[in-house]
């Protein structure tokens, strides 16, 4: 996977918090704008007043619909399940940088995983024009804004005790 960062690469140019931040959020915002911009041109193409119609028709957009949505709804319940397993893979005595990789590639993981749900929905919405995949693609981003990187959400996830805090918030790992 092109997301995965090794331990050794990662380690020689994580130095500090800002640029684990920097670089998490980069990735992040990357794969939000994979399907954002796609979705806003179709969504666009839809409202305009030409207005694009269905690719399909009768029961066949019906089952479409519900597959497509159950999809979607299962990849963003993915997600979210098992995640306290995968962090307890964390072992406290790694140190920091090494926690923090390890945090970063199953950050990764999900991220991508959210962004195939967006995609779906996103097709979803061009063959269907029904906007009921737009509420699913704004649900998917709301998710997306639950998992956004933040030094708070990274010490809760690890659970990193205060000397740990501290010198996550200084200036060197």
Known sequence: MIFMISLHEMKSKLKSWSDFHHRINLVYHGIIAVSLIPFALVFLDIDSEEGSISQLEGDNEII???ILLAAIFTVCLRV???ISEKLAIIDS???IKKRLIVYFNFQIKRYLQLEVGAIIGLVGLWLTANYVFVVAYLLVLVQFSLLRPSQDKVIRDLKLDKGERERL?????
């Open 169 to 173: 918030r200084g200036e060197e790992l």
């Open 80 to 82: 979210w399940r098992g």
């Open 64 to 66: 479409v619909i519900v």
């Open 93 to 95: 005595s790694w140190e």
